[in-house]
Every structure is written in structure tokens, then in C-alpha cells.
Nanobody, 124 residues
């Protein structure tokens, strides 16, 4: 069992930066891939980024490549999503999630554990 809590959301102007954090508890966190997903009003939840359990590999949604960076510190049971050059279309509720699948899963159905979400709003 893994419990996740996100923080770091807020309101920022286009071109600005935010840093989202995901704090976890549970014995299996350090062996789990962790992903970030987002859901904008009226849209389906979409994959943003994921990081392998050991932090060696990452995978991103094409539209955030070069702007977002996911990282993790297993000693602190935390995962971070650094978001730079934010755009209005990045506005959404952002969720972190822990997977039980190996590798870099990008489907939300491979993530049984979810945080409550944090709002990110980018103004133009």
C-alpha cells in the first residue's frame, strides 16, 4: 500500500515555473514507478511524465519534453516535477500516482495508487 500527497501547485503567468512535489508513505514506494498525470476541466486525465523505480529512466508526454523534468529521491520518499516555461494549456489538476508495473507505464490504469491532486493555473 502506498499513500501519496501532492503539493506545490498555484497560479503562475505564462513562461513561469512551478515545482510540484509528491510525498509518499508505504514500504513499496521505492520499488514503484511514479507518474504525474493531469486533468483539465472537461477533458480526460492524461499522462504527463513517469520515472522508473531507481530513477534511471524517464518518459514524457511530447508536449512537455524539454520543459518538465521528473526526478525522485527514494531516501526521502519523494518525487518532484519541475515545470518550466509554463503555458496556459498546462492548466489542470496534477496528480502523482504509483504503479505496480515494471518499466515506465503511461496508462493511468497501471497506477493503482493516487494522490488527491494539486491545481496548476497558468495565466496568459
Amino acid at each position: 500500500q502506498v499513500q501519496l500527497v501532492e503539493s506545490g501547485g498555484g497560479v503562475v503567468q505564462a513562461g513561469g515555473s512551478l515545482r510540484l512535489s509528491c510525498s509518499a508513505s508505504g514500504r513499496t514506494f521505492s520499488r514503484s514507478a511514479v507518474g504525474w498525470f493531469r486533468q483539465a476541466p472537461g477533458k480526460e486525465r492524461e499522462f504527463v511524465a513517469t520515472i522508473e523505480w531507481n530513477g534511471r529512466s524517464t518518459y514524457y508526454l511530447d508536449s512537455v519534453k524539454g520543459r518538465f523534468t521528473i526526478s525522485r529521491d527514494n531516501a526521502k520518499n519523494s518525487v518532484t516535477l519541475q515545470m518550466n516555461n509554463l503555458k496556459p494549456e498546462d492548466t489542470a489538476v496534477y496528480y502523482c500516482a504509483a504503479s505496480v508495473r515494471p518499466g515506465l507505464p503511461s496508462s493511468q490504469y497501471d497506477y493503482p495508487y493516487w494522490g488527491q491532486g494539486t491545481q496548476v493555473t497558468v495565466s496568459s
